[in-house]
């Protein structure tokens, strides 16, 4: 997979009166890969975004879209980019067709071709020539994908794109966009605030809080990461001879679980094999040992409160 630098984030700024939303951002996201832009409310997210295309300046430093600055090449730098930062422009009096085909007027260079290839590409085939208005949230954001990559963008930008959908067309869209991450390459930049959907959904995640970056990391080494899991224990042992062991051996605390047999402990997952030992080698059966992974949403708040 080509892995170039689509967005360049160099020292990016933005300065509202004296107050700093977006403090010195600096680093990539790469082709083909679906990079999920988190934070908390009012941490500067939607602001980066439109820096990114154009609908506000850059205070400080500047963003390169396949090398070419918004700062200053911001023509050449936004033909690279397909994007619905509020609801996606259409008309609902038309039909989805006469939608692609008016907005491919407009940017030159798209064939009958292109249109249908990408009404297939996100499963509007069968509903294309209906009017927009019989069209459900889902639907219409699926043709608000199809038109922003109708001039075949490297880079795709959603900002908040499963707000409305139910859970099915939520599903449809996360599969769309890691097909086209992942089959075609495009780059594509998502902001949301339904953590569980980015876990599912991302590559890569950045945290950002009160305009700086946090953290930026692959989302399976972002969630692990200084991972301390729940270890669930169902076992034939007296509780409080339990305790004293895991406290002695471990220097771990156990929790009481809702059965008499069960309890809980806090531990890396890296742990559970010492944990298991120890049970064996003092004789005590194992009826269930089940460690419950964190999800992004834990590593997401537990962060947000460390930064508190
Ligand atoms: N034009 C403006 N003038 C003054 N402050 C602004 C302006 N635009 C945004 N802000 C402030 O900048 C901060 C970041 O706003 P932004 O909308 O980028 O955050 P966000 O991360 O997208 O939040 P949310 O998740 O709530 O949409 C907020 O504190 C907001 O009040």
């Not at 509007?124 to 963008?153: F, T, W």
């Not at 895991?246 to 531990?267: C, Y």
């Not at 094999?273 to 120890?278: A, D, S």
Request: hydrophobic fraction near 40%; glycine fraction near 8%; aromatic fraction near 6%.
């Amino acid at each position: 997979m080509n892995q170039q630098p689509i967005v360049q984030f160099q020292h990016t700024t933005k300065k509202i009166g004296r107050k700093i939303i977006v403090d010195d951002l600096n680093f990539d996201v790469l082709a083909g890969e679906v990079f999920g832009f988190l934070g908390p409310n009012g941490a500067g997210k939607t602001t980066t975004i439109r820096m990114m295309v154009g609908l506000i300046k850059i205070s400080r430093g500047d963003i390169l879209i396949k090398g070419h600055s918004i700062a200053r090449e911001f023509e050449k730098a936004i033909r690279y980019v397909g994007g619905i930062v509020e609801n996606p422009d259409l008309y609902k009096y038309l039909t989805g067709y006469q939608n692609l085909k008016h907005y491919a007027r407009m940017v030159s260079g798209i064939s009958k071709k292109r249109i249908n290839e990408i009404v297939e590409h996100v499963g509007l085939k069968e509903s294309i020539h209906d009017k927009v208005s019989s069209y459900s949230l889902g639907m219409r954001q699926r043709l608000g994908i199809a038109q922003a990559l109708l001039h075949h963008p490297p880079l795709l930008i959603l900002d908040e794109p499963t707000n409305g959908l139910d859970p099915a067309g939520i599903r449809e869209l996360r599969n769309n966009l890691k097909e086209l991450a992942h089959q075609e390459g495009v780059a594509v930049f998502v902001s949301s605030h339904l953590l569980s959907e980015m876990q599912l959904m991302c590559d890569k995640i950045a945290v950002l809080q009160k305009g700086k970056l946090v953290s930026i990391e692959n989302v399976h080494e972002f969630i692990a990461k200084d991972s301390i899991s729940r270890v669930y224990l169902e076992v034939e042992a007296s509780q409080t001879e339990l305790t004293k062991m895991l406290v002695a051996d471990l220097n771990k605390t156990a929790v009481a679980g809702n059965g008499p047999s069960e309890l809980w402990i806090q531990m890396n997952k890296e742990e559970v094999p010492e944990l298991n030992k120890l049970l064996l080698d003092n004789g005590i059966r194992v009826l269930s040992i089940h460690v419950q992974e964190r999800t992004l949403e834990d590593k997401f708040l537990e962060m947000m409160e460390e930064e508190q």
